[in-house]
């Protein structure tokens, strides 16, 4: 079977990353793994461990109800967002990656995120971009 890997957050750009991958799986009768990244330390304590756990649970819910077979990982490891969704690809032989990319003021669309830009570049397959919306 086929896999498309999606970094997720609980964000815009995260949501329509998400939304895209679900429908691509759902085409392809691909499986779906989605990618909550954090590096942990000081900057992740308990609560936003609950609050991500929670937020992880729906999604996989949301996922399940819509017929779309998916795996939902939470990685707290010490790595960055693009190494870990590299990792992933590689380790699941992944078709693509889809990650979620928020608008910039003209200035800014000069320089691409430093994940956004390590993932283009390094990944192992193909990797989809999705705009965020301005609304959800």
Sequence with gaps: ???????????????????????????????????????????????????????????????KDAGIEAEVRQLVRGMDVAEDLIAVAEENAADFIVIGLRRRSPVGKLILGSNAQRILLDAPCPVLAVKAEDVD
């Design 1 to 63: 079977m086929t896999a498309i890997v999606v970094g997720y957050v609980p964000k815009s750009e995260g949501r329509a990353a998400l939304r895209r991958a679900a429908e691509e799986a759902r085409l392809r009768g691909a499986r779906l793994i989605v990618v909550n990244s954090a590096r942990g330390g000081r900057d992740f304590d308990d609560d936003d461990a609950i609050k991500a756990d929670a937020e992880l649970a729906t999604v996989s819910q949301q996922l």
